[in-house]
């Protein structure tokens, strides 16, 4: 059975940084797209970054130029680097597959940007 476990959230204040991690349990890791997604309250949940196997990235045009997304497929983990960081990223960020698949949502992990 495959499971994704976010780590690495908190609260930070604005123009902070935090780096969330996302260990996959699945032994063929670095062949699938992978991407972070965060749902903030009262609000749907939105693709904030994807990776592709190969490494090639996408960002929505919210985060661009503030969060960096990479893998290390030896350990099975994909990143995400948010610097500048802003009280509208305030969310829980979850990681799956992208497209996501349904049966893989984990808890996620909380990130709250607040003076």
């Known amino acids: 059975q495959v499971q994704l476990v976010e780590s690495g959230g908190g609260l930070v204040q604005p123009g902070g940084s935090l780096r969330l991690s996302c260990v996959v349990s699945r032994i063929i890791f670095r062949i699938y797209a992978m991407g972070w997604y965060r749902q903030a309250p009262g609000k749907q949940r939105e693709l904030v970054a994807r990776?592709?196997?190969?490494?090639?990235?996408n960002y929505a045009d919210s985060v661009k130029g503030r969060f960096t997304i990479s893998r290390d497929n030896a350990k099975n983990t994909v990143y995400l680097q948010m610097n500048s960081l802003k009280t509208e990223d305030t969310a829980v960020y979850y990681c799956n597959e992208s497209p996501p698949s349904p049966k893989y949502w984990g808890q996620g992990t909380q990130v709250t940007v607040s003076s």
């Open positions: 990776i592709a196997s190969g490494g090639s990235t």
